[in-house]
Antibody, heavy 118, light 109 residues
């Protein structure tokens, strides 16, 4: 069974860069599309972006200028960097997997809360 | 960008009753790429329905999805206590981007 696990700092200062990693176990990172999704406390889901197994990316236009998603196939990991963070970026961040033929998120990590505060 | 609007925002029902949740898109969405998720407090979303009407593995048959174009529906035929949660629709479009609806909270009456 595929498992995804987010990791990274739970507290980031305003104007700094948020960095998270998702480690995939129980399956290969190849042949799928890997997304980051976030959820501010008490609010809905917001897709941040994805990276494909060959390294192509797509980002939410509202975040595109601040987001970079990268892939490390040797470690079965992919990562998120979100620059110039503000309190509005405080959220639970999820990583998730989609299949290119159907594009739904069949597997999710448990999520990690990142708080932006000085 | 395709905007998904879910209604109602909150639905109050009793166990045993049926529920109908709506997801309306600002422009036509491919049925192949319309998905429904269930989320309970403190948990990640769980895949329920993909391709507008296909149940994910392990999802009870009291959950069903339908619709096409701009109007999609999630129906729960007989509510069980564990069904009270927040439900999100999501689409993937030709711009290679995802959007989620704002969610419908299904609460016990």
């Amino acid at each position: 069974q595929v498992q995804l696990q987010e990791s990274g700092p739970g507290l980031v200062k305003p104007s700094e860069t948020l960095s998270l990693t998702c480690t995939v176990s129980g399956g290969s990172i190849s042949s799928y599309y890997w997304s980051w999704i976030r959820q501010p406390p008490g609010k809905g889901l917001e897709w941040i972006g994805y990276i494909s197994y060959i390294g192509s990316t797509s980002y939410n236009p509202s975040l595109k200028s601040r987001v970079t998603i990268s892939l490390d196939t040797s470690r079965n990991q992919f990562s998120l960097k979100l620059s110039s963070v503000t309190a509005a970026d405080t959220a639970v961040y999820y990583c998730a997997r989609a299949i290119g033929s159907s594009w739904h998120f069949g597997f999710w990590g448990r999520g990690t809360l990142v708080t932006v505060s000085s | 960008e395709i905007v998904l609007t879910q209604s109602p925002g909150t639905l109050s029902l009793s166990p045993g009753e049926g529920a109908t949740l709506s997801c309306r898109a600002s422009q036509s969405v491919s049925s192949s790429y319309l998905t429904w998720y269930q989320q309970k407090p403190g948990q990640a979303p769980r895949l329920l329905i993909y391709g507008a009407s296909s149940r994910a593995t392990g999802i009870p048959d009291r959950f069903s999805g339908s619709g096409s174009g701009t109007d999609f529906t999630l129906t729960i035929s007989r509510l069980e206590p564990e069904d009270f949660a927040v439900y999100y629709c999501q689409q993937f479009g030709s711009s290679l981007q995802y959007t989620f609806g704002q969610g419908t909270k299904l609460e016990i009456k």
